[in-house]
Nanobody
Framework: QVQLVESGGGSVQAGGSLNLTCTAS????????MGWFRQVPGRGREGVAS???????DYSDSVKGRFTVSQDTSKDHLYLQMVSLEPADTATYYC???????????????????WGQGTQVTVSS
């Protein structure tokens, strides 16, 4: 069983920064691609940034240039560095993983198999 645990959320003023960490455990071959998603109440989950199995990285247009996703060499940790935060970034942020690349899942309008419990990010104006 794959387990994902997010940490690092919090409250910050607009223009500030936050760093999120996702710690993964269990079945490495089932989590070869990992990513960050976010969700606000009443809306579906939005892909934010992801790392595919070949190391390629994808960002949503809304966070390009402001967020940076990275992974440690063990691939047990996924990070999200967020700078120049805006109130529109306020959401619950989730870590996700799958054996299928996030890029492929997105193209097929499918959701990753494994999810963390989420961490809240609140940006005030």
């Amino acid at each position: 069983q794959v387990q994902l645990v997010e940490s690092g959320g919090g409250s910050v003023q607009a223009g500030g920064s936050l760093n999120l960490t996702c710690t993964a455990s269990g079945y490495p071959n089932s989590r070869t691609s990992m990513g960050w998603f976010r969700q606000v109440p009443g809306r579906g989950r939005e892909g934010v940034a992801s790392v595919n199995s070949d190391g390629s990285i994808d960002y949503s247009d809304s966070v390009k240039g402001r967020f940076t996703v990275s992974q440690d060499t063990s691939k047990d940790h996924l990070y999200l560095q967020m700078v120049s935060l805006e109130p529109a970034d306020t959401a619950t942020y989730y870590c996700a993983a799958d054996a299928v690349d996030m890029r492929t899942l997105q193209a097929l309008s499918m959701q990753p198999k494994y999810w963390g419990q989420g961490t809240q990010v609140t940006v005030s104006s």
